[in-house]
């Protein structure tokens, strides 16, 4: 993996809109209500609530339930979701994708925050939060040799990804993003909770069916063929199609705060970083 862009994301600061419900340290430290060591003040019980936060003697003077509130710092976590299916083995996909990953990565570690990066397909193969550039030089070689198989099912990797990671995170998706778009709009809903970016990465032939005359096409996931002739007009129905696609996945992350962005493999790696790092809502406070 060449890695000399790295030197060029110095220049950007990992800087992610702070929510009422999470509180960052790192390079950037700040206060919430959780439950720390330094109690801050004391509020009605509400369903839900931990019962061993509840001031019983408060209780016994007042007979009404209060917990105590405490201050509480958290450390971000940045978690890079990455496509390792056959879809991605198109072309330059993979390659691309991982780089972006891997400058996700990097950035992180500069604020001193943990990174993981996290391949998925049909499941989700969770990688382990760390910091540090040893574990990143050791992540890259992970994705070395890593050769995308399988199908796709977004929709199972959040849900999974939703049961192994609770505590409101930044969460970086890099996918072709061309599973079903019923599964690709659920998955997105059951990751809202965090703080959500997602990259598509296509190869410029698939992004605008750069090919002509009568061609057999094989899905590289289910392996299923179709003898087709490419003409003007299917381009332009593939087109739509496609422009649809994306146009749901844009609307979806639009109602749920989230950031879309669509790249190709032809793409300056380096533009990718400038132009999400200046239009991602997740970077406003």
């Known amino acids: 993996m060449d890695t000399e862009f790295l030197a060029d994301l110095d220049r950007f600061t990992l800087l992610v809109r702070k929510r009422v419900s999470t509180a960052y340290t790192g390079a950037r430290r700040s206060v919430k209500v959780g439950r720390g060591i330094s109690p801050v003040g004391y509020r ?10 509840v001031d019983w003697k408060v209780y016994a003077r007042t007979e009404k339930l209060y917990v105590r509130e405490h201050e509480e710092e958290r450390s971000l976590s940045v978690h890079l979701l ?23 990565a990097y950035m992180a570690i500069k604020e001193n925050e943990k990174f993981s990066i996290s ?3 049909e499941m989700l193969e969770p990688g382990e939060t760390r910091g540090g550039r040893r574990n990143l030089f ?3 070689e992970d994705l070395d040799r890593t050769a995308p198989s399988g199908g796709t099912d977004f929709k199972r ?3 999974q990804f939703d049961l192994t990671i609770r505590s409101t995170s930044l969460v970086v998706v890099i996918s072709d993003l061309l599973d079903g778009i019923e599964s ?5 809903y059951k990751l809202s909770a965090h703080d959500l970016i997602l990259i598509q990465i296509l190869d410029p032939a698939e992004a605008d069916l750069d090919f002509e005359g009568d061609l057999r096409f094989i899905d590289m996931e289910s392996k299923e063929s179709v003898m087709t002739s490419v003409t003007p007009k299917v381009r332009d129905e593939y087109k739509s199609k496609m422009n649809e696609h994306n146009r749901r996945i844009r609307e979806t992350c639009d109602v749920v705060g989230a950031d879309f962005f669509t790249y190709t493999t032809e793409t300056p790696i380096f533009e990718v970083f400038s132009d999400v790092n200046s239009r991602a809502k997740v970077w406003r406070a």
Do not use: H, N, P, Q
Not at 44 to 53: C, L
Not at 92 to 101: G, L, N, V, W, Y
Not at 184 to 188: A, D, E, L, N, Q
């Open 184 to 188: 690709v709009v659920s998955g997105i």
């Open 138 to 140: 050791r992540a890259m």
């Open 44 to 53: 009605e019980y509400r369903k839900g609530d931990d019962f061993k936060f």
């Open 119 to 121: 391949k998925f397909g």
């Open 157 to 159: 990797t959040a849900e």
């Open 82 to 104: 990455l496509d390792a299916s056959s879809s991605m083995a198109f072309g330059e996909k993979f390659a691309f994708a991982s780089m972006i990953s891997v400058g996700f």
